[in-house]
Structure formats: C-alpha cells, structure tokens
T-cell receptor, first 114, second 116 residues
Framework: AQSVTQLDSQVPVFEEAPVELRCNYSSSVSVYLFWYVQYPNQGLQLLLKYLSGSTLVKSINGFEAEFNKSQTSFHLRKPSVHISDTAEYFCAVSVITGANNLFFGTGTRLTVIP | KAGVTQTPRYLIKTRGQQVTLSCSPISGHRSVSWYQQTPGQGLQFLFEYFSETQRNKGNFPGRFSGRQFSNSRSEMNVSTLELGDSALYLC???????????????FGAGSRLTVL
C-alpha cells in the first residue's frame, strides 16, 4: 500500500522568506508524485508533478520540488513567498498502474505573515 | 474551456436521508474520480469511472455509490446519511482512465455536504 506523510501541519513564514514543505512517501512500487494547492472554499489545483526524467520539477509561480528516491521524499520549496501563497498544500502519490487513485498526505497549511 | 463543474456547491441534509451529487467533467475528459475531504480523515479516494464503468473503488461502505453517463457526466449517491458523512466531496476529471499511465487530475470546487 501507499502512504504519504507531510511532517508539518502548519508552517508560518514571513513574506519574502524561503519555505520548505516536507513530504515523504512509502510505496513498494514506483509512483508518480504531485503537489496540489487548495485555497479557501475551493477545490485542489495542481501545482507540480513528477512523472519521470529530471528529478527537479518547477511550477510557473516559483515553487519547485525535488524527487529523492533514496530518501523517498518530494519536498516543496520556494525561495521567496508572497502573501498570495497562503493556502493548504497537499502532497500526493499514485502508483504507475493506477494513476487516477491518488493517496494524499494530511496537508500543510502555509501562512505567509506580512 | 470550462473546468470541472460540481453541483450543488452546498447542501444540508438530515440523518437517514440520501443525497445525489453531480459532476460535469472537462469537455473531452472521459475519466471521473470522486474524493471525500474531511478534517479528520483528510482526502480519501471514493471511486473512479471511465467509459461508464467503475474502474477503481476506495474503502467506503456500500452506501456510497456512483455512476457515469455516456456524456461522461457523473453522479455519486450517498444513502442513509450519517453525521460522519459531512464532508467536502471533490470530483476530478482526466483525459483517460487509470490504466493508461500518468494522468493529471483536474478538480472541481467541490460539494460541501452537512448532515444534521
């Protein structure tokens, strides 16, 4: 079975400071990895994904995540956060043969402090 | 193009009633998945439909069911509602089904169900 652990339930950070949201996964088979963001009263929006190839993936709004197979991690980073980044972030995995069944972590609430 | 549309956005029911939620996927998307989001259990997979067939099912009781129509629209139904069914129900669509490799899911805004 697959599982995802997001080590921090809440992360407060000052505006323009760097942030890292941690994600570790467990799986006996190869997986795809995703980060989704959820703003209040909205659904989930895909932030970035790792399917194959380069282990460093980037989003258009400055976030990046690196797949580390040996540490089974997919941490999300941003060098300088904005107020608008305040949201809940979910890490998710899916097995390669069942890609539409996502296993989610419990989420990390990022609060950017002005 | 239009995103994933879920209706209704909010609804209130009482214990023992049943509820039907609707999801219209992105045009051209043939796979629809449903997830339940609660503060206690987080996001949990309910089921996936592709070409009107249920392809995958999560670990939920039989009170939770769904179906998909020929136009890919999907409905999920919860019968004999319990207080613990209060949740945000999210629908997601993708171009192809789960057996076809990596697919990016596009989520709707959700239907928030409150059971009193």
């Amino acid at each position: 079975a697959q599982s995802v652990t997001q080590l921090d339930s809440q992360v407060p950070v000052f505006e323009e400071a760097p942030v890292e949201l941690r994600c570790n996964y467990s799986s006996s088979v190869s997986v795809y990895l995703f980060w989704y963001v959820q703003y209040p009263n909205q659904g989930l929006q895909l932030l970035l994904k790792y399917l194959s190839g380069s282990t460093l993936v980037k989003s258009i709004n400055g976030f990046e995540a690196e797949f580390n197979k040996s540490q089974t991690s997919f941490h999300l980073r941003k060098p300088s956060v904005h107020i608008s980044d305040t949201a809940e972030y979910f890490c998710a995995v899916s097995v390669i043969t069942g890609a539409n069944n996502l296993f989610f972590g419990t989420g990390t609430r990022l609060t950017v402090i002005p | 193009k239009a995103g994933v549309t879920q209706t209704p956005r909010y609804l209130i029911k009482t214990r023992g009633q049943q509820v039907t939620l609707s999801c219209s996927p992105i045009s051209g998307h043939r796979s629809v998945s449903w997830y339940q989001q609660t503060p206690g259990q987080g996001l949990q997979f309910l089921f996936e439909y592709f070409s009107e067939t249920q392809r995958n099912k999560g670990n939920f009781p039989g009170r939770f069911s769904g179906r998909q129509f020929s136009n890919s629209r999907s409905e999920m139904n919860v019968s004999t509602l319990e207080l613990g069914d209060s949740a945000l129900y999210l629908c997601a669509s993708s171009l192809v089904g789960s057996a076809s490799g990596a697919n990016v899911l596009t989520f709707g805004a959700g239907s928030r169900l409150t059971v009193l």
